[in-house]
């Protein structure tokens, strides 16, 4: 918009790419956040074991630990081969379907490690009780059952963060260039200050979000710790299906690219040839223009199937067919396919039409 600069073209498409691959971590991030939270209370339902948080403390969870992350996500700075990737179909949705298996696998992964930590936690202090008619029995069973939900409360923050940064690609390993996006490491900070307010803070903790940080001992913190730990190993390991996935979305983005090059390259040679075969009668104008300047036209060149004025608007009109004005366009197109510019000629495909 700024200027007909190719580099500025290159630019324009390599930020729009970023843009674009933030989208779709933001909603792969988010997603399998909340998938697995829905995942977990629908098991604590279902087996009768005490749901593991209150609905406070999903709105909590929700507005402050999972927004910000979430948010950074969207603002990554972007891969550094993100050009040598392959143009994307028009038509293609945002969340493709090896996105969904992968939110689907990462949601189930996190709600199996925090419903381990939260069955150990309730075993270590309900008195080895587990469900819901049990623990009823127990005395002062609530401050018993809060301390359980302290500790998967703190297990589950701490793995959905190390969740954020095992997001940033769907097929990198987390520690490749880890600190990459400073907005994130901002993100996970407020979060921690955030959980810490939560848990440790008086009234605040235990009257209104009905959390103990404290009461939970030492014992209780090194128990929340096998939440993040089995998310980092598990979501990476699963990194290993997904990375195959997008080698093979790749690979056929390749295929239909080369297909469509060939078709395109065809189209140009037949009309070369149908033209080599009109004898010359007619007289075409070929746009002659300077990089960063509007092409000028001439009446009496004989067009070409070559850009004429490199890679900056090079356009070539058929006219005076019969002393009337023909009106279609042959025009350059450039596609980065990630090996180098390649500049395409369409000679005469009638693309545009002059009034």
Same mark, same amino acid.
């Given at each position: ?17 970023? &843009? =674009? ?24 339902? !279902?087996?009768? &074991? ?63 490690? !925090? ?8 075993? =270590? ?15 002062? =069973? ?35 260039? !880890? ?34 940080? !404290? ?33 093979? =979305? ?72 019969g002393g009337k004005v023909k009106g279609k366009f042959a025009t350059s197109s450039v596609s980065c396919f990630g090996r ?16």
């Amino acid at each position: 918009l700024t200027d007909d600069n190719f580099c500025s073209i290159v630019r324009a498409v390599e930020k729009g790419r970023v &843009i =674009y691959s933030g989208i779709q971590k933001f909603v792969a991030f988010i997603m399998s956040v909340h998938i697995a939270e829905v995942m977990q209370i629908f098991f604590c339902i !279902v087996t009768g &074991i005490p749901v593991m948080r209150t609905p406070l403390q999903i709105l909590f969870l929700i507005l402050v630990t999972d927004l910000p992350p979430s948010i950074a996500l969207g603002m990554e700075p972007g891969e550094k081969t993100i050009l040598q990737e392959r143009p994307r179909p028009k038509e293609e949705p945002v969340v493709l379907g090896w996105m969904w298996l992968s939110m689907v696998v990462n949601g189930a992964i996190l709600s199996v490690v !925090v419903i381990a930590v939260y069955i150990i936690a309730l075993a =270590y202090y309900c008195d080895g009780q587990v469900f819901q008619s049990d623990i009823n029995q127990l005395d002062d =069973y609530q401050s018993k059952l809060m301390d359980a939900r302290t500790v998967v409360f703190i297990s589950l923050v701490w793995a959905e963060n190390v969740r954020s940064y095992t997001s940033r690609s769907f097929n990198r390993p987390i520690w490749h260039d !880890v600190l990459g996006n400073v907005h994130m490491q901002k993100a996970i900070v407020m979060a921690q200050i955030c959980l810490y307010v939560a848990v440790l803070v008086p009234f605040f903790s235990d009257q209104i979000l009905q959390l103990r940080g !404290v009461a939970i001992g030492i014992t209780g913190w090194l128990l929340a710790l096998i939440g993040p730990v089995g998310t980092l190993v598990l979501c990476e390991a699963a990194k290993l299906i997904t990375a195959f996935q997008v080698q093979n =979305y790749q690979a056929d983005l390749a295929k239909r690219h080369d297909a469509e090059d060939k078709r395109l390259a065809e189209a140009a040679r037949r009309h070369q040839e149908s033209s080599r075969g009109a004898g010359g009668s007619e007289k075409k104008a070929v746009a002659v223009g300077a990089p960063g300047k509007p092409p000028s036209f001439s009446k009496t060149a004989a067009a070409k199937c070559t850009p004429t004025g490199g890679f900056d608007g090079a356009v070539v009109p058929e006219v005076e067919e019969g002393g009337k004005v023909k009106g279609k366009f042959a025009t350059s197109s450039v596609s980065c396919f990630g090996r180098g510019p390649k500049l395409q000629f369409v000679c005469g495909a009638g693309i545009k039409q002059q009034e």
